[in-house]
């Protein structure tokens, strides 16, 4: 009896321990927070939404716009000489990353019906960032894989093929209507709560992304209709401008408004619509100020030229300009945030108490190879000018959408009253004291309007990485990078001059365009673990 009984207890420890087996095979990792104990409440959607705001694009690469014309480092940038080879192309994997975890909060959202009333607003975050990444995607590569829902190792959408760039787009347009619908406004956050996404940062994206879109598909002929794609940038920035939620930052003096924009007098003005906030207390900064001291990144001749007179006409026309005879003397007359955006020669811009405004040309660190300085960004501040930056980037302002609403008006309508010119671009103007641009301006000397609303783009917008893509999406680039890129006009030195007398900081002899850099290449390795993929014309 007593050797059955110690059987039966055998047999049941034995039942035990397989129970108990396939009760941890149920467990979920230990190292990693599974569906099952997530998503219980509204701070648990908080804390997932979190995780895009390391996304946003931060101020402390000092590098943007050196992809195109109108800056120039220390060394050539391979992206804007047209170097572009097929390996060199960027990845896609961290945007898939940031799709699929945007998906994962949007899916979790509809599961949790009890708390949608307050999970809600993470769901439109989640959806609003998906809706830029997958922007992101399409303006490199054109049309990409549309994953809807979140992949398993089985699922056959890993093996999906491009969908075409007009359904990416229908999707991001569904994204971003519905983070629209769902955000907060600016007005209505707590103080807690500032740097969050907002209806506002969200309606701004819209008029960025269908601007984009509306322009590449008119000038790139792809057969989508582009005025739709207008109208949606247009009632977007329209919405945002009715909103009353943002203005332009005047900071006091047309000589210093602008430039204090970007450094500490301007942080948290009610132009910035979203930026990548940093923090003294907890020692989150950045370093701009130094990489704009060191002229990692100078200004061309191109933008220099850019910047019209007082009396708001291009220098090529107007009585008031002083030529180059002089560093100084371009900038007289001048659109001040021409001088807010670079040093004029012989001023005195002191940083950790040297005067800097003279420039050294050369192409090492510390010298600027196009002999003009830049300006913006740089602080006055002395921690700041150390590399301890703790002023906000703006990553969306309003004078963006002011612009993407003015050329989408023209681009649409082929024209653009000087009351929409009062409403956008005369408003950025105002900033600095500028003369208005008017259609009697334009038509009584002969000015292209599109090409004074680009002009105007580029100006406010420089330094703030929009330039390589605007030249991309107007199809622009074959004009505007295979050329030499020239600094100032400069006797005696041992960089080489155009017949001109402008130092070449780039030579066109080794820069070109090719039809196929208006999209990069799919990356290898995706086709290689997709066979579905094709790879874009030309690569």
């Excluded at 409440?41 to 939404?49: P, Q």
């Excluded at 961290?94 to 899916?107: F, K, L, M, N, P």
């Excluded at 956050?189 to 940062?201: C, F, W």
Aim: charged share 25%; hydrophobic share 35%; net charge negative.
């Amino acid at each position: 009896m007593k050797k059955n009984n110690i059987k039966i207890l055998g047999l049941f420890a034995m039942i035990a321990l397989i129970l108990s087996c396939e009760k941890e095979l149920d467990l979920a990792p230990l190292d990693q927070v599974s569906d099952a104990s997530f998503w219980k409440s509204a701070s648990d959607f908080e804390k997932a939404a979190n995780a895009f705001y390391f996304s946003l694009r931060s101020a402390a690469n000092g590098t943007y716009d050196q992809n195109s014309d109108i800056t120039v480092g220390h060394s050539r940038n391979g992206t804007s000489a047209g170097q572009l080879l097929l390996d060199d192309g960027p990845g896609w994997g961290g945007a898939y990353g940031s799709i699929r975890a945007a998906t994962r909060i949007t899916e979790n959202y509809e599961l949790a019906e009890a708390i949608q009333s307050e999970t809600k607003r993470y769901a439109a975050e989640a959806r609003f960032f998906r809706a830029q990444t997958y922007h992101n995607l399409v303006r490199t590569f054109g049309g990409v894989p549309l994953i809807r829902t979140v992949l398993t190792l089985d699922s056959e959408e890993l093996d999906a093929p491009r969908a075409s760039r007009e359904e990416v787009v229908a999707y991001i347009l569904e994204d971003i209507d519905w983070a629209i619908a769902n955000l907060p406004l600016e007005s209505e956050l707590a103080s807690n709560e500032k740097g969050r996404v907002t209806q506002g940062a969200a309606l701004a994206l819209k008029s960025r992304m269908f601007l984009y879109e509306g322009t590449w598909a008119k000038y790139h002929a792809t057969g989508a209709d582009a005025n739709s794609y207008f109208t949606h940038s247009i009632n977007a920035s329209q919405a945002l401008i009715d909103s009353g939620e943002y203005e332009i930052y005047m900071g006091g003096s047309t000589d210093a408004a602008y430039r204090h924009l970007f450094i500490e007098e301007g942080e948290g003005s009610k132009e910035s619509i979203l930026a990548r906030r940093y923090n003294e207390e907890r020692e989150i900064f950045h370093n701009t100020s130094r990489w704009v001291s060191t002229n990692h990144n100078s200004p061309t001749k191109m933008l220099a030229d850019m910047y019209v007179c007082t009396d708001g006409l291009p220098i090529s026309i107007s009585p008031l300009f002083q030529g180059y005879d002089t560093m100084a003397s371009e900038f007289q007359n001048r659109d001040p945030r021409m001088s807010q955006t670079m040093i004029i020669p012989g001023s005195v811009v002191l940083n950790l108490g040297d005067d800097i405004s003279i420039p050294n040309i050369g192409g090492s660190s510390g010298s600027t190879r196009s002999g003009y300085l830049p300006y913006k960004f740089f602080s006055d501040n002395e921690e700041s000018q150390l590399g301890r930056c703790y002023y906000d980037y703006m990553v969306i302002r309003y004078a963006e959408v002011l612009l993407n609403h003015a050329e989408a008006l023209y681009e649409k309508n082929g024209s653009i009253s000087d009351s929409e010119l009062d409403l956008t671009i005369n408003q950025l103007r105002d900033r600095v004291g500028l003369t208005h641009l008017t259609n009697g301006l334009a038509t009584g000397n002969a000015l292209n309007m599109l090409w004074q609303i680009r002009n105007e783009r580029t100006v406010e917008l420089a330094y703030e990485g929009f330039r390589y893509d605007d030249l991309r999406r107007w199809k622009e680039s074959e004009n505007f990078l295979p050329v030499n890129l020239l600094g100032v006009k400069y006797d005696g030195t041992d960089f080489p001059v155009d017949g001109n007398g402008f130092i070449i900081a780039d030579d066109e002899g080794s820069r070109s365009w090719d039809q196929k850099l208006y999209l990069y290449p799919i990356p290898v390795e995706q086709i290689k673990l997709n066979p579905n993929l094709t790879q874009n014309p030309g690569w």
